[in-house]
């Protein structure tokens, strides 16, 4: 309700005029706008959705070449494996003279030659023995020991390609291991060094679309092969996309990546023999050039809605505004002295027309009005007399039981004047005091009020004993609190033998409550019967019940609240209430209105 009313009075606070031209713009421009936000949406996802799908299926293409490519060179390396020259040269190239390793490298030149000339993209063939000496090469560049060792190393590790870059060199190193026919395990390796470009070559001519590009990376996230070759052989690429690929090998496509400076799409796929990602990105400038157009439709189309709508509200505003301001007007002019003097009619059948032939009905009322107000306001005023008065006779009765107090202690008659004392403190906590809070020092003081009275009655034949936290003194509880409790152990705890009975009142703090214990000795009660309401004409003041009732009312919720009786044995109360350190601003107001009162009544203080 107070949401609906927060509503409502911001939307009074806007004129006529602004609310029905906000209204007119929303009903002209909201509608096709979600409109063309959806249909750009949808659009947009079935484009994506066809471009995902045709770039993973020229993913799958490109990748049968590049594969096609790469097995003939696994092929030569196979063939180099089995051949009985590289069997023989590699398990006794230890054991030859020079006159039987020159005759080895003539054959193998026989076998190399014929390889090379068949594939002009292999740059260089090496052939090592098991401690990764080379026994044999051919080709046209030098090659260090240490890329020898490390290519046969990874080998080791299942990784059989590597793209590299050394100066102005970049070519792709395929490793095998040469498993000896004789059963003795791996006797050496064959590394094929392989031109970049025999990869470049498998990419040229795919179109992805505009601004797009295709590469290839090797297991460790370099680049093999690019098709706009912004990336060099063997240059790290992007070691974040590669490993997010490699973690989800079946996903095959990323939305909204930023890669190489651009946001779009990425559409993936994994070689599983040589451990490469082939990768496409799409840019997103090509992915949405498609819904441009739709987009730019949308536009305009909201740009008339909006024009004809101005031209609607303009014609409509005027059919609306020139009684309104007119009426506006005559309302502004209102005298309080002066009402008949407004003349104004409207004979039309609209709201208008309505509410100006009301304006008359509305003028005579507002007369009747200011002569009420007016008999109030002196009802008002012979009421706050009578309740000054009201307060006269508690002030005479408080000064009455002063004088009675000063004439006990004149008397010696000491018991008697406490009693007045302790009975005219609790009279002005009761009738003046309005104030539902008060803290646990006053509480306790009024408690040691009531008892007083109770010893005037009762004599010695009981006693009280406090267990007080005396850092809870200064905190707040409800008035009146305690004092029930207490006189239900005075009045039902004694026996009718007279005997010696104590009471134990125990306050402490317990984290956010004060934990309350008044325990007594006495006679002890049924505690089902003498609470049953039907039952329960003995329960003395406001009742324990009402105790539990006040402290849920005040502050919501369930707070433990036990009362344990045995017959002959005594009677102990246990509740728990809130923690109150500092009153609220609203129960402070009324702390210090009753202090004016107390101040303003002379004698009783």
């Known amino acids: ?108 030149n026989s076998v190399i030659s014929g390889h090379m ?31 020898i060792d490390r290519m046969i190393d990874l080998c080791g590790k299942n990784i059989n390609w590597l793209s590299v870059n050394e100066g102005n060199k970049n070519y792709i190193i395929y490793t095998h291991p040469v498993i000896s026919e004789r059963g003795s395990g791996v006797i050496g390796h064959t590394l094929i060094f392989i031109d970049a470009a025999a990869f470049y070559n498998c990419l040229s001519g795919v179109d992805m679309g505009t601004g797009a590009d295709l590469m ?39 939305r909204n990546y930023k890669f190489n400076g651009r946001l779009g799409m990425i559409a993936y796929s994994f070689f599983t023999q040589q ?32 024009l004809c709508a101005v031209i609607v509200y303009r014609q409509m505003w005027k059919s609306i505004s020139v009684p309104i301001n007119r009426l506006v007007q005559l309302v502004g002019k209102i005298d309080n002295t002066n009402f008949d003097q407004m003349s104004f009619y409207d004979d039309s059948k609209d709201e208008l027309g309505f509410l100006s032939r009301a304006f008359r009905e509305i003028l005579q009322k507002m007369q009747d009005l ?30 009455t039981l002063n004088s009675l107090r000063w004439t006990a202690l004149m008397s010696r008659a000491t018991s008697v004047s406490n ?67 207490v006189e239900n152990s005075i009045i039902h705890g004694i026996d009718e033998d007279g005997t010696q009975k104590e009471i134990h009142i125990s306050m402490n703090r317990r984290e956010d409550t004060i934990l309350t214990v008044i325990s007594d000795n006495g006679k002890g009660f049924d505690v089902e019967k003498t609470l049953d309401a039907k039952k329960n004409k003995r329960l003395t003041g406001i009742g324990m019940q009402n105790v539990q009732e006040r402290i849920r009312l005040c502050f919501g ?46 004698a009783v203080r």
């Open 370 to 399: 200011v002569k009420q107000v007016e008999t109030e306001q002196k009802q008002k005023r012979e009421y706050e007399l009578k309740m000054l008065q009201a307060q006269i006779n508690p002030h005479f009765l408080f000064n």
């Open 216 to 254: 290839v990376m090797d297991y460790y996230g370099n680049n093999v092969a690019n098709q706009d070759r912004t990336f060099r052989p063997g240059s790290a690429v992007d070691g974040g996309l590669f490993s997010y690929c490699r973690e989800n090998p079946d996903r095959n496509i990323i």
């Open 419 to 485: 009693g007045l004392a302790a009975l005219s403190d609790l009279l002005r906590n009761t009738i003046l005091d309005k104030n539902e809070f008060i803290t646990v020092e006053e509480e306790l003081k009024n408690v040691n009020n009531y008892i007083v009275i109770q010893k005037i009655r009762y004599g010695d034949i009981f006693s009280v004993t406090y267990e007080i936290d005396e850092n809870i003194l200064h905190c707040y509880m409800i008035k009146f609190l305690l004092q029930p409790i």
């Open 117 to 147: 000339s068949n594939s002009p993209q292999i740059m260089q063939i090496f052939l090592t023995d098991r401690d990764n000496n080379p026994i044999y090469s051919q080709g046209w560049f030098y090659v260090s020991q240490e890329t």
């Open 1 to 108: 309700m107070n949401l609906d009313r927060i509503k409502n009075a911001r939307i009074r606070n806007l004129s006529v005029s602004h609310r029905l031209l906000y209204s007119f713009l929303l009903m002209a421009i909201v509608p096709l706008l979600i409109f063309g936000i959806i249909s750009y949406q949808v659009s947009n996802s079935a484009i994506n959705s066809k471009i995902s799908n045709s770039s993973i299926q020229v993913l799958k293409l490109v990748q049968k070449n590049i594969q096609y490519e790469s097995d003939k060179y696994q092929k030569i390396s196979d063939a180099l494996m089995v051949n009985k020259t590289v069997q023989d040269g590699l398990y006794r190239f230890d054991t030859w003279d020079y006159m039987q390793k020159n005759n080895f490298i003539v054959q193998m």
């Open 557 to 602: 919720g369930e707070y433990p609240f036990n009362i344990e009786s045995r017959i002959g044995e005594g009677t102990t109360v246990t509740m728990e209430f809130p923690y109150i350190g500092t009153l609220p601003e609203s129960t402070k107001e009324l702390t210090q209105g009753k202090e004016r009162e107390e101040d303003d009544s002379g």
């Open 275 to 306: 451990g490469w990602l082939l990768v496409a990105a799409i840019p997103d400038a090509y992915l949405r050039s498609e819904t441009f157009s739709i987009a730019v439709t949308s536009l305009i189309s909201i740009v008339l809605c909006f």
